[in-house]
């Protein structure tokens, strides 16, 4: 590929951008994925995709999993830290936890808890189901399991069970009502976890979830609860358990002001805890750390202002500076990162199965009769005469006409041959005025949204409400590229639906340096030939926030990793769901169903409309088509 494609390319998707480092487009006009930024090894994911499809009859939707970044997102965040706090000269350490919520799947905990000896990789699990699979994982001596979120009885009797297992449990206490709960389990059993305070801050975050710091917010204790728990703490000769204090402002925050005005309150509570007796020796700053999902480096929801590096700067700078001025020891730093660990290292890929039309390009050409009904003749001029210098004008008279039309159709007045040829007449007089818009600089904002009425939707094989259910919850963009064929001209614009009955599942926001963009440009789909869409940066929530709406199950899934040599394998293949696991997750009995079914069939045999052997073997088809895939095959 020459310069001026990868710039088209670079333009177009912005690869370079998001990507941070891990996905690129190769001379082939393929997209690749490396294990780490700057590692020469890649594997090309078209010819992944092959392997998978051809070879290992594995079908689209696909999740691709790539667990080495995950370690290299790890790293890079445990980097930061340490190169700071060394710069810094800050006596505290640095110890990750990776929140369970942003991604449970034990494959990715696993993964990271891995790497737990070298970073001190801990867990933070804000339900029961999540802190009773951290329980039984292996977690190095030091490493954390921090348990957030609201809690009953059988919650905290968990994290005792965890503490009397050797596990450095600390239960954050968000209600005070908690940690009388927690007393209550020390005087029956003698056993206590580690204690640790969620401040409510006065300080709010940025971006989408800037609701989960300040006064109003959900979680946290006041200041004067804060000051009643370490009161009941001593009280009950427990004030040596009081290990953290915690804080979170929100996901994604976009803005690095917030950042460093949340850790100045975060130290003086701190601080002041320690000066009144309270021998805190953790810092919890929480998650927020942002994902440059469109790459623009801005404030915008899907991006943030800052890198990792200067995030973690700000931190440790800050926090030193409060603890030394306030004269108290400089706390370890626990950060719960989950959507900067884990964004990067899933990719959705999708195939094109077929476009939906609004206006065909290949419509035979529309001939006038005389006898025809005026509004059509006139549909014709406007058609015929629109030109670089009345296509606006030409527009709205052919939006003027469609209404006219329909009307007459309504009416009676015209026939539905009629109305077929002002139909196309209109939408050929539309993509000709589009066409001329496109040569002015900025094109008025009508054209923009004829752009994408016109824009091919391609149907594509998946379910946005199970693989990237932010991209409809709350306008989330994620970055979508053409996995191969990127070498073509990009001469089509879509916007892209999946295979819900849903009208809301589809894409129709896409990533770009300035604002969002409503189409996104591409090589054309050619029917009956391969074409697969990669969505990106799915691995944070994605999974787990998914749906399945109108029953489609879980995607397959390969995991895929990189050897020394820079040959791929592909480690572990998942099925995704069957009909039979869709059915039993909305509690029918498919045996139930089978019965019932096989019942009706032999109603029709008595009838005689069918022979008992036709019932039968349909019956045998019903029950076998339970293990059919709930997506689209073939
Ligand atoms: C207490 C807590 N910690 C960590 C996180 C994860 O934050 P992030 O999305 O920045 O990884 C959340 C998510 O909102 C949270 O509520």
């Not at 710039?7 to 490396?34: K, M």
């Not at 305070?197 to 979680?219: I, M, N, V």
């Not at 009208?503 to 896409?510: A, E, L, M, T, V």
């Not at 052997?613 to 689209?632: F, M, P, S, W």
Request: charged share 25%.
């Amino acid at each position: 590929m020459n310069d001026e494609t990868l710039q088209r390319i670079q333009h177009e998707y912005g690869v370079e951008n998001w990507a941070a480092g891990y996905f690129d487009v190769n001379a082939r006009g393929h997209v690749i994925a490396r294990p780490a930024a700057g590692d020469a090894r890649f594997v090309d994911l078209k010819e992944l995709v092959d392997d998978l499809v051809q070879k290992r009859k594995v079908q689209t939707p696909l999740i691709l999993r790539f667990p080495q970044i995950l370690t290299s997102q790890i790293r890079k965040l445990s980097q930061a830290y340490t190169q700071c706090i060394e710069e810094y000269g800050y006596k505290g350490r640095h110890f990750p936890v990776f929140p369970m919520k942003v991604n449970p799947r034990r494959e990715v905990v696993e993964e990271f808890l891995r790497d737990s000896a070298r970073c001190r990789v801990g867990l933070e699990c804000g339900s029961k189901a999540e802190l009773y699979a951290g329980l039984a994982l292996d977690q190095t001596a030091e490493s954390l399991l921090i348990c957030n979120g609201f809690k009953d009885e059988a919650f905290i009797r968990l994290a005792g069970l965890g503490a009397q297992a050797g596990k450095q449990v600390v239960v954050v206490v968000e209600k005070l009502n908690e940690l009388k709960m927690v007393l209550r389990q020390h005087q029956q059993t003698g056993v206590a976890p580690w204690i640790g305070l969620r401040a409510k801050l006065y300080s709010r975050g940025s971006g989408k979830w800037a609701s989960s710091g300040g006064e109003a917010s959900k979680f946290g204790l006041t200041t004067s609860e804060m000051l009643q728990c370490v009161r009941l703490l001593k009280e009950a000769k427990l004030d040596g358990h009081l290990k953290l204090l915690h804080s979170h402002i929100g996901s994604q925050i976009t803005d690095i002001k917030r950042v460093k005005n949340a850790m100045k309150e975060a130290a003086r509570v701190y601080a002041k805890l320690r000066q009144i007796g309270a021998n805190i020796e953790y810092l919890d700053i929480g998650g927020g750390l942002g994902v440059d999902y469109d790459g623009s480096k801005t404030r915008t929801e899907s991006s943030m202002n800052y890198t990792v590096q200067e995030f973690a700067n700000d931190v440790v700078y800050v926090i030193r500076s409060v603890c030394d001025e306030e004269h108290v020891p400089h706390p370890h730093l626990v950060t719960e990162s989950g959507r900067m660990m884990t964004a990067y290292h899933s990719v959705c890929v999708t195939s094109i199965r077929d476009e939906i039309e609004t206006f065909a390009d290949d419509e035979p050409e529309v001939t006038v009769d005389a006898d025809d009904p005026q509004v059509i003749s006139e549909l014709k001029a406007l058609c015929d005469g629109v030109n670089g210098k009345n296509y606006v004008e030409y527009y709205h008279d052919a939006l003027e006409h469609k209404d006219e039309l329909h009307t007459q159709f309504n009416l009676g007045l015209i026939s539905l041959e009629d109305r077929a040829k002002g139909e196309v007449l209109f939408w050929e007089t539309c993509s000709r005025a589009l066409r001329e818009s496109e040569s002015e600089k900025f094109p008025d904002e009508e054209f923009e949204r004829l752009k994408q009425i016109l824009a091919a939707k391609y149907l594509c094989n998946f379910s946005l409400f199970r693989s990237a259910p932010d991209s409809w919850a709350i306008r989330q963009l994620f970055p979508i590229v053409p996995l191969h064929r990127l070498d073509e001209p990009l001469d089509d614009f879509a916007t892209f639906v999946d295979v819900t009955c849903d009208s809301d599942g589809k894409i129709d926001h896409f990533v770009d340096i300035k604002d969002e963009r409503e189409t996104l440009s591409l090589p054309k789909w050619k029917e009956g030939e391969p074409y697969y869409l990669g969505i990106f940066l799915v691995g944070a929530y994605q999974d787990v926030m998914g749906s399945f709406h109108n029953l489609f199950g879980l995607p397959n899934e390969a995991h895929v990793v990189i050897d020394e040599a820079g040959q791929y394998h592909i480690t572990k293949l998942v099925n995704g769901s069957r009909l039979s696991e869709m059915l039993q997750f909305a509690r029918y009995d498919q045996n139930q169903l089978v019965e019932a079914f096989r019942k009706k069939l032999l109603a029709q045999a008595e009838t005689g409309r069918i022979t008992a052997e036709d019932a039968a073997r349909l019956a045998g088809e019903y029950d076998r088509a339970a293990n059919a895939t709930t997506y689209l095959e073939g």
